[in-house]
């Protein structure tokens, strides 16, 4: 495990120990490493959780606690990031969707005021460059 942790290796670290913490819960080690690869992968939830496992293992509960209480802001504050995601998210595919609209409602080019008479006064340039060569 300290090998994974030590070449960089966070997220092979993490799925490791995260099945050993299901397997021994009662092992500190574990939830320990569980913390590190966590924050290598810069995981502050699970890195809080994680440490407040260990530490109430340990029987520290005062760190423990504290640990527990970090990662419940963490927690509220990933909701909100999420939150404030999915309503960006919203917002860009409504201004999109407003906009293939507006592009829809709007007349062609060809259709458009003028585009027709310059079309026309093009065919009587071309036609009268052809009336001039054949002369």
């Not at 290796?9 to 299901?22: F, G, K, N, P, S």
């Not at 990933?78 to 609209?101: D, G, I, P």
């Not at 507006?102 to 005021?113: H, N, Q």
């Not at 310059?118 to 071309?126: A, S």
């Amino acid at each position: 495990m300290q090998s994974l942790i030590a070449a960089h290796r966070y997220a092979d670290a993490q799925t490791l120990v995260r099945r050993e913490t299901c397997n021994e819960p009662n092992l500190g080690d574990w939830w320990l490493y569980f913390a590190q690869a966590s924050a290598g992968l810069n995981d502050p939830l699970h890195q809080h959780q994680a440490m407040a496992e260990k530490l109430a293992l340990d029987g520290a509960w005062p760190s423990a606690i504290r640990q527990l209480k970090e990662a419940s802001a963490r927690r509220e504050n990933c909701e909100l990031l999420r939150f404030q995601r999915v309503c960006a998210s919203s917002n860009r595919a409504t201004r999109k969707s407003r906009k293939r609209k507006r592009t829809a409602d709007a007349p062609s080019a060809c259709l458009r005021p003028g585009a027709f008479r310059r079309t026309r006064d093009k065919v009587e340039v071309l036609a009268d460059r052809i009336a001039h060569d054949r002369l």
